[in-house]
């Protein structure tokens, strides 16, 4: 489910190789980070509903604030000028930016028509969540190998030894992390 958003953030080394990974990855999980405080406040809702997709039981009904289109392009422009305010390196604030709103595109395609473009707005959605070999099958993996190899590719490590961890890891068939 958040293996795409993880590959956009690995990619994103290749391009701003002065950024640090952690933001990076941050920035297409920004969406599901802010989610769970957005609930918490009550800004946004969910429900449990078995059978509601064939990979989650969460009926993502009302969270216009953390995922709809618009608001993704403001916490993107947002998370992109204060990272440029503080590093003075555009290539990591486009990287950034960009990232942050691949997750409404990433989750256009997994989510049933339940993305909202702006608050109250229209949904949309492929609803790949209802086919659990083509959201969690080999795709998946391979998605997650590219992201990897991408990442070890253009940058380099103090130590080899969490590289080979990650690429064992998400090597398909039968990787450690599976």
């Not at 994103?12 to 918490?40: C, E, G, S």
């Not at 969270?63 to 305010?85: G, K, Q, R």
């Not at 229209?122 to 998605?143: E, H, K, Q, T, Y």
Request: charged content about 15%; glycine content about 10%.
């Amino acid at each position: 489910m958040f293996i795409g958003h993880f590959a956009v953030g690995f990619a994103a080394k290749k391009y701003a190789q002065r950024t640090p990974l952690v933001l990076l990855l941050a920035a297409p999980l920004f969406a599901d980070l802010l989610w769970p405080i957005f609930l918490l406040v009550g800004w946004e809702h969910v429900r449990i509903d078995p059978g509601n997709t064939k990979f989650t039981p969460l009926d993502l009904y009302d969270y216009p604030w953390s995922h709809s289109l618009l608001m993704d392009c403001v916490w993107a422009t947002a998370f992109a000028l204060i990272y440029y305010a503080i590093a003075r390196y555009w290539p990591g604030a486009v990287a950034i930016w960009i990232g942050v709103i691949s997750h409404w595109i990433l989750d256009w395609l997994t989510h049933r028509p339940d993305m909202p473009l702006y608050p109250g707005g229209p949904r949309f959605g492929l609803g790949l969540w209802n086919s659990v070999v083509g959201n969690a099958g080999g795709g998946d993996r391979d998605v997650r190998h590219w992201s990897v190899g991408l990442h070890a590719d253009h940058t380099s490590a103090r130590s080899h030894r969490p590289l080979c961890f990650w690429r064992v890891c998400s090597f398909p068939p039968g990787g450690l992390c599976q």
